[in-house]
């Protein structure tokens, strides 16, 4: 079967570091 | 300072600099043992730099932290093709676009099909839709018949 492409890999974010510089 | 690093740290992720990252969220954890951002941090950049070992190292040490860092753990067990596992955490989940596409990947592995598709369904009433969502829910077509 086709391969599916690794989606949440691509969603896997950094947390946001705005408030604690 | 603990401000100072962070200004580092991000610098680090704005740049994609992988290891670094980790380095300097070490740095801010020998200061701020526990801190929740730097644990992110970690373990976002050793996913992202395929050190899915290392990922779940650090996903264990931070344990008995009150973290929930669940949907890392069961892409890490994704990964690992431990499908069952990642499924059995999943089913808890708070079921973010990560979480959904995280479900379907592993539906499509097991070849459920059918659950595959609901899930792609659920992001799609989220209005999360891109070209490579279209591709895996073609993939899925076609390998459900
Ligand atoms: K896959």
New interface residues.
């Given amino acids: ?15 946001s ?1 705005e408030n ?2 | 300072s603990l401000e100072d690093l962070f200004a580092t740290l991000n610098r680090h992720v704005d740049n994609n600099d992988l290891a670094k990252v980790v380095k300097v969220a070490d740095q801010v954890l020998a200061i701020a043992p526990g801190d929740e951002d730097a644990i992110r941090c970690k373990v976002v950049a050793l996913i992202r730099s395929e050190a899915i070992d290392k990922a779940l190292n650090a996903i264990k040490a931070a344990s008995s932290l009150p973290i929930d860092l669940s949907s890392y753990k069961a892409y890490c067990l994704y990964r690992q093709n431990k499908l069952e596992e990642a499924l059995d955490l999943i089913r808890g989940l708070e079921k973010t676009p990560m979480v959904l596409h995280l479900e379907s990947q592993i539906f499509y592995r097991l070849g459920k099909m059918d659950s595959c598709i609901d899930s792609y369904e659920k992001l799609q009433k989220l209005k999360i839709d891109s070209d490579d969502l279209k591709a895996n829910i073609m993939a899925s077509l076609v390998a459900g018949g």
């Fill in positions: 079967s086709p391969i599916v492409l690794d989606i949440a890999y691509n969603s896997i974010e950094f947390p570091l604690r510089m």
